[in-house]
């Protein structure tokens, strides 16, 4: 059977980040924040990763400039985005 056309986007899973969702209150700020992580789950790999050691994941950021969001996150190997924490810029 073939599978559909289109983007596939990867899932996404919270770490530590979800302490800071739960004390997120402001609709504006989760708005950004949707916004940061539709753009990263359709392309997981779109910013460069962050320096560091090859021992552990590597962790990558995206900015938003618009939206003022930094998500950092890595890519796990089924491509699923674990989100480790997130900014406000």
Same mark, same amino acid.
């Given at each position: 059977?073939?599978?559909?056309?289109?983007l596939?986007?990867?899932?996404?899973?919270?770490?530590?980040?979800?302490?800071?969702?739960?004390?997120?209150?402001?609709?504006?700020?989760?708005?950004?924040?949707?916004?940061?992580?539709?753009?990263?789950?359709?392309?997981?790999?779109?910013?460069? #990763?962050?320096?560091?050691?090859?021992?552990?994941?590597?962790?990558?950021q !995206?900015?938003d400039?618009?939206?003022?969001?930094? #998500?950092? !996150?890595?890519?796990?190997?089924?491509?699923?985005?674990?989100?480790?924490? !997130?900014?406000?810029?």
């Amino acid at each position: 059977m073939t599978r559909p056309h289109g983007l596939r986007r990867a899932r996404i899973a919270f770490s530590a980040a979800a302490k800071q969702l739960e004390a997120t209150a402001s609709e504006a700020d989760l708005h950004a924040l949707d916004r940061a992580l539709v753009v990263v789950s359709v392309g997981p790999d779109i910013d460069e #990763p962050l320096p560091g050691d090859s021992s552990s994941p590597q962790l990558r950021q !995206y900015t938003d400039d618009i939206e003022g969001v930094r #998500p950092l !996150y890595w890519v796990t190997a089924p491509r699923t985005v674990v989100v480790v924490a !997130y900014i406000k810029v």
